[in-house]
């Protein structure tokens, strides 16, 4: 039986498989649900339940962000129905299950989440060296700090920090400005 | 969820310092327009908070995950399609120990009918359950009268006996013009079993053993997108807006309005599609075809084939008759096999080749027809457990 399976998204322009969006999702699903579980073994064990059922009806998405934000609302519905049927109910978990009932608070960890994962993909996607920089420049380290920690001079270690700075501005791409639409 | 994604965006570029000024002002017009949201911005950039979840995002071995997910997958899957044929393995071990009492107690005297008797009355019709797969992909199993109203009580479903029924309970002009997005049902019939479906459109579909079909719930879409594995026979209503189409693995065939059978069982090597009324195109990859009433294709290695047939012999199925005329016993035992639950064994290759011609009753024993083809001296039988081999 073979598992993965691809669709063609961005009218026809993008090919997407079921792995790659397992690879991309998985992890930072793992991290909200462990917002609330607090376990991460049994926040995988949930997240992958939901790619199961994310699996059967991937041919019917047609957007990565769609494909996440079913991911989501049904993660939400998962982990309510396992905090309910938790056998020790207790105030902290009642407090769980508000949070994740409530809307807002559901979607601002939504946002904690993702932006916490584009961050991460951001840096994790950087040379060695500029990874360093930038993560202890992002400590609050000066260059100067920065070289004496690593030990490089401090040219090599602003030229790692200006080609880091190059990169991530690429791959985080510019951002159209839909807000200001949204909240009109 | 497009703001929010949007959102984390604008306060990664900002922690990352590669905001625009543009992005900058809109970030900063979002966080002085609520103060929970000044809140969030603090939590979100909270270096402790950040750094706990880099940490969980690093602890995740993916390679792994990914097998287990692959390994979930196939069990439910694999597991849902393959129930039926374990528990009629497990209705065969017992027979088996059955008839080898049997045998003991009566040695002289005709056994072998009498456990043929036996087995086939094991998979009589209905014996076995058809599975219906709802939209979230909850399993519901097929074996009491079942009447579901969907949540806006537009639809209701019913299911009575081995009939299952989608009615649309609105008008549908109300939902015309009203662009919503469908969902999709599958429903699987095991061995053994048959099953009539009547989507909410008013086609009628009966469905033969081992077979599985994907359709939509409310068939709100601009075409009818129906997909198949295995053999049903379609009546579909006329809607000229709404073209029908039935996917097989291999061939896509257009509707217009008709009467027809396909036959698409992965474990033969040829799809058949037999027009009774109306009119169909059949296409797959590289070729195309249209059907007039009384014709037949037959796909088989990437290639169409059109016949003259007598349309019966592919319909009948449906009203309770195997008819069959001049074909191989292998395929010939392939549709017992999926109808009686057994297995069929051929001694000698060339025995899959025998032509037969003839009909017969499905809700009689299995014993009947391998009399019957034995009666033709062309082959043999002997029975085993639920195996049946065929011999010269």
Known sequence: ?184 | METQYHISKLIAKYYLNTISKEEEKELRYWKNSNKANEKLLNRVLDEKNLSNTVEILRSIELFKELDVNHQKISEKYIKRINYFKWTSYAAAILLLFVGITYLIYELSGNSQEYLINQLSENYKPGMNKSLLIDESGKTIALNKELSIISGDSSLSIQNISNALKYTSTKANSKLEGIRMKDVYHTLIIPTGGEHFLELSDGTKIWLNSESKIKYPKFMYGKSRMIELEGEAYFEVAENKNKPFFVKTKGVNIKVLGTAFNVSAYHNEDHITTTLVDGKVSISSYNDQMTLEPGYQSVYRKDKFEKLKVDTEYFTEWKNGTFRFKRINLFELTNKLSRWYGVQFFFDKEELKNIKFTGAVQKNKPLGNILKTLKETKHIKYKVSGNSVLIMK
């Open chain 1, 1 to 184: 039986m073979k598992i993965d399976k691809e669709i063609i998204l961005n009218q026809g322009k993008e090919k997407y498989s079921y792995n790659q969006c397992f690879a991309e999702v998985f992890p930072i699903a793992c991290s909200f649900a462990n917002k609330f579980l607090d376990d991460l073994e049994i926040a995988k064990d949930l997240v992958q339940d939901t790619f199961v059922i994310i699996w059967d009806r991937f041919e019917s998405f047609e957007c990565k962000n769609h494909i996440k934000s079913y991911l989501y609302k049904s993660l939400r519905n998962t982990i309510i129905n396992h905090l309910k049927h938790n056998e020790v109910i207790n105030k902290y978990i009642d407090n769980k299950i508000n949070n994740l009932r409530s809307d807002p608070t559901f979607l601002d960890y939504v946002i904690e989440q993702e932006t916490h994962h584009i961050i991460y993909n951001a840096i994790e996607q950087l040379p060695e060296n500029q990874k360093r920089v930038i993560n202890l420049s992002l400590m609050g380290l000066s260059n100067e700090e920065i070289a004496a920690e690593m030990n490089i001079s401090l040219n090599t270690t602003k030229t790692h920090k200006a080609r880091a700075y190059k990169q991530l501005k690429s791959s985080l791409g510019n951002i159209y400005s839909i807000l200001l639409i949204l909240l009109k």
